[in-house]
Nanobody, 126 residues
Framework: QVQLVESGGGLVQAGGSLRLSCAASERTSSPYAVGWFRQAPGKEREFVSG????????WYSESVKGRSAISRDNAKNTVYLQMSSLKPEDTAVYYC???????????????????WGQGTQVTVSS
């Protein structure tokens, strides 16, 4: 069973940057992929970015492509999401999620992930 803990959220000004961290605790094996999702009040949870832990492949939603970079440090069992050029629309609770099993395509749906952290709040002021 994988436990995930997010950190790095906070209040930033529009145009600023923030780095989120997702620390994974694994009991039996490493997850195949880790993804970031976000949910703003009154809106559905949406995919932000994902990374395959073994090969290091990455993928992004169109809303953050070009402004975000996901990376991982396998030695620390940690995945990072570097966000730049932040907009007020980026304000949301950001969740880290892990997928246990390998998949041929890049998982972007909520139900394609098995474990979830508690979330970290990101607030972008205008």
């Amino acid at each position: 069973q994988v436990q995930l803990v997010e950190s790095g959220g906070g209040l930033v000004q529009a145009g600023g940057s923030l780095r989120l961290s997702c620390a994974a605790s694994e009991r039996t094996s490493s997850p195949y992929a880790v993804g970031w999702f976000r949910q703003a009040p009154g809106k559905e949870r949406e995919f932000v970015s994902g990374i395959a832990l073994n090969g290091g492949g990455t993928w992004y939603s169109e809303s953050v492509k070009g402004r975000s970079a996901i990376s991982r440090d396998n030695a620390k069992n940690t995945v990072y999401l570097q966000m730049s050029s932040l907009k007020p629309e980026d304000t949301a609770v950001y969740y880290c999620a892990a997928r246990r099993r390998a998949i041929a395509r890049r998982p972007t749906a909520e139900d394609e992930y098995d474990y979830w952290g508690q979330g970290t709040q990101v607030t972008v002021s205008s």
